[in-house]
């Protein structure tokens, strides 16, 4: 008799100890996908009891997941559309997404490091990537045609850089589209003709250009205050949305964690930008 409530005790434990378990599932943003991986790697260390699990895909696919609820949290390098995602998130659980400031990224005008120029105006960049400025010679550097490299349309960078340094008009149609900004800046690396574009947390075997605003203006570079700030021309906020709905144990606490001053040591320590306070 007494083994027999020791046996039951014990699955007790077990079941309560399976319980305990929480898996949270993160989709979305490519920008985000280095970043997103530290924070789970980090908190998990620290909650054994928690697994979390990190894929990119780009920005619309982790909206498209979320609606499809596959995923509990949504990565995105840009704000949510209005009114088509808001109001597919409203027709697949009812209620708006609730959305998460999550961090602040410059992003970055990439080329070669054997590119002698340093820095672009705003209209600069954008005519180079509408194909209206095609040679390097155009903005003070060698006399050799410019290469384009570009993300694919799911990706929020691509629509924020179309939306912000584009205004809103089609990419060159020379322009190569590549899976992530890891692919752009290995292409720009190997190219000394190339040109693209990322987050500021990327940029091995590249350099990033100074972005005026203006030909009056002085080059600014990306930086945590110059961003923080608004200086840098092409700032932006990364953000976390999540299925209001949603009550599992523990997601909570991992966004509480991401906003709290550890989650946002992890930011600096990638390489993107803090939220102020």
């Not at 054994?48 to 997941?65: L, R």
């Not at 602040?104 to 960049?125: I, R």
């Not at 149609?173 to 040109?195: E, F």
Request: proline share 5%; net charge positive; glycine share 10%.
């Amino acid at each position: 008799m007494r083994h027999t409530f020791a046996a039951v005790a014990a699955l007790g434990l077990l079941s309560s100890a399976f319980a305990a378990e929480t898996k949270i599932t993160v989709k979305g943003s490519d920008t985000m996908v280095i970043l997103a991986q530290k924070w789970a790697e980090t908190y998990m260390a620290a909650h054994k009891d928690t697994t979390i699990q990190v894929t990119g895909g780009g920005t619309g696919t982790g909206f498209a997941a979320l609606q499809n609820k596959t995923t509990d949290l949504c990565n995105a390098s840009r704000p949510i559309k209005v009114p088509d995602e808001i109001l597919g998130c409203i027709k697949a659980f009812g209620k708006k997404p609730l959305e998460y400031k999550v961090a602040l990224d410059g992003l970055a005008v990439y080329v070669s490091d054997d590119n002698p120029v340093k820095e672009l105006t705003m209209a600069q960049v954008g005519d180079i990537f509408l194909g209206k400025i095609k040679n390097w010679k155009e903005v003070g550097g060698k006399d050799m045609p410019i290469t384009l490299y570009s993300r694919e349309n799911s990706s929020g960078t691509y629509e924020f850089f179309k939306e912000h340094v584009l205004n809103k008009k089609d990419f060159a149609a020379t322009a190569q589209t590549m899976p992530g900004t890891a692919a752009v800046l290995q292409a720009v690396a190997k190219d000394k003709n190339g040109i693209g574009y990322g987050g500021a947390a990327y940029g091995a075997g590249a350099k990033h250009l100074l972005i005026k605003k203006d030909e009056a203006s002085p080059g600014v570079e990306p930086t945590e205050k110059t961003v923080q700030n608004g200086e840098y021309p092409i700032s932006r906020a990364l953000f976390i949305y999540v299925n209001p709905a949603v009550d599992k144990d523990g997601v909570n606490a991992y966004l509480k964690w991401i906003i709290s001053p550890e989650g946002q040591k992890v930011v600096k320590d990638v390489g993107y930008f803090p939220m102020p306070h």
